[in-house]
């Protein structure tokens, strides 16, 4: 269950957040955890972010799209949040309180890792920004995809013109797999680390037991 600004606990949709660094597998993994929730009827919105609504679309592409002007970090950092504050009371509050579920391409933890541990923001600042936006809300569970930073990034590139996080160096992405990392061994009941160099197969096996676990309501709020 997802905790409101109140403090006070209703009857919501579960609110389940996908992250990882480049080319680990997002995309297949988020249709996979989409087929396997709705195979059991489980009412559900996909998103992603930063996006989501037509306003956080746009602020999206402001932030993918390549350009000469250097980007700074803390603007970076603003502009995540506020496509953040329009998709979340916009979109996944109003679903939640629905008892819709909600599955979200990327949250709050890939600004902890890309803001954070990839550009060096303080720890603090973010907080503070995720207390704002969000007051109380959490996802139940996150599912990080891990993989050998190299790997992933010899997918990402292969498969389409890079935008501006993926023009990153190598050092920038260890840094992002760090604190994802960082973030799952910190808090092990809301995340699941899942290895994903292993076979698709294997991948989704393991992300299916975790979702029987939050069905069965063992993992989550
Ligand atoms: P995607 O291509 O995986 O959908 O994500 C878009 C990019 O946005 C990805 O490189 C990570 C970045 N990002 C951040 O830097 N901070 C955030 O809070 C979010 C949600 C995404």
Redesign the pocket.
Known sequence: MAQHSEGTVTATGKFLTLEGT?GVG?TTNLEFIRDWLQDRDVPLLVT???GGTPLAEQLREL??CKRDEKVDPVSELLM?FAARAQHLNTVIRPALEQGTWVLC????D??YA??GAGRGLSLSMIESLEQLVQQELRPDLTLVLDIDVEVGLARARARADLDR??SEQVAFFERVRGGYRARAEAAPQRYRLVDAGQPLEQVQEDIGQILEQLLGSKLGG
């Open positions: 480049e997002k992603r972010e930063p932030l993918l995540v391409d990327r949250f709050t890939a600004t890309y803001q996080f993926e």
